[in-house]
């Protein structure tokens, strides 16, 4: 049986492992084929790419408790290539995971402080924090999707990380975070 608690930890470790997907198939891409203007809500990779980290640091901070999550979004500062944006990305993953792996049921429904400027400071539970921030990614990995299609790069699957029963399908990714499947997603059904 899968409770809240066990479902966000299977989407934290589901939104890494899109972002090492997503984030290894542009790799050949040049600095200016991540900079170019693309239609998009952000008119580049880079900077939809900016953006998912930017948000992820606001809410990753508040979730994890920091003192001023407000300072962690003012001070992030865009990337201009890929490689540094991947790093710090991974490393907001790993943080988001850390915040996940301790949940139970009362963090689940413990109050997220989230100040939005002006002295207002907005308070929801974690598990509605967490699931907006991972509509979030998803929304923006599909933008992200979407602009590679006016690339030489071809868009990679990134639906392939919920499903205990598509491990086959992930096992590049999983081996890549040395992460076992039977741990993350717990054993198949019938099993």
């Known amino acids: 049986m899968v409770d809240l608690a066990q479902s966000l930890r299977i989407q934290a470790h589901a939104n890494a492992l899109a972002n090492l997907r997503l984030h290894a198939a542009m790799a050949p891409l040049s600095r200016e084929e991540l900079q170019a203007r693309r239609t998009s809500f952000f008119p580049s990779l880079m900077a939809t790419l900016n953006h998912i980290l930017a948000v992820d640091v606001y809410y990753v901070a508040a979730l994890a408790g920091d003192a001023n999550p407000e300072a962690a979004w003012r001070g ?3 990337a201009l290539d890929l490689a540094p944006l991947v790093a710090s990305q ?3 993953d790993m943080r988001l995971l850390s915040v996940c792996e301790a949940l139970d049921a009362d963090g689940c429904n ?3 402080a989230m100040p939005r400027g002006g002295g207002r400071v907005q308070q ?4 509605h924090v967490l699931a907006h921030l991972f509509m979030h990614q998803t929304h923006h990995r599909g933008q992200v999707h ?21 491990g086959h399908l992930r096992e590049g990714e999983m081996l890549a975070f040395d992460w076992n499947e039977r741990e ?3 054993p198949l059904p019938g099993a």
């Open 76 to 78: 992030y500062r865009p």
């Open 90 to 92: 991974r490393a907001s």
């Open 110 to 112: 413990r109050i997220v």
């Open 124 to 127: 929801d539970r974690a598990a």
């Open 146 to 166: 979407a602009m590679l299609s006016g690339t030489a790069v071809k868009p990679p699957q990134l639906d392939e990380f919920l499903m205990p029963s598509e």
């Open 184 to 186: 993350v997603y717990g």
